[in-house]
């Protein structure tokens, strides 16, 4: 699957989310050299791919979440 729009996507979570290229890649379990291949557009992104990115953004929104509570919990006790 290789279109503008998903290109763009995957540019924009790296560009204007604060996540690095590397990090975006060990959260979604990608190497950094396909994720960096997509993002130039060196290779076609597949449906599958997009999965494992959106995986990848999942499980990090999840530990942020946790932090968040522990950050709370903490506040909580003070």
Do not use: C, K, P
Not at 29 to 42: E, K, P, V
């Amino acid at each position: 699957m290789r279109s503008a729009r998903s290109l763009g996507l995957v540019r924009d979570i790296v560009n204007a989310r604060g996540i690095s290229q590397a990090q975006l890649a060990r959260d979604a379990g990608l190497s950094y050299a396909a994720l960096h291949a997509w993002i130039t557009g060196i290779r076609s992104l597949r449906a599958g791919s997009l999965v494992q990115l959106a995986d990848g953004l999942e499980s990090r929104s999840d530990a942020l979440r946790q932090l968040a509570a522990q950050f709370r919990r903490a506040a909580e006790r003070r």
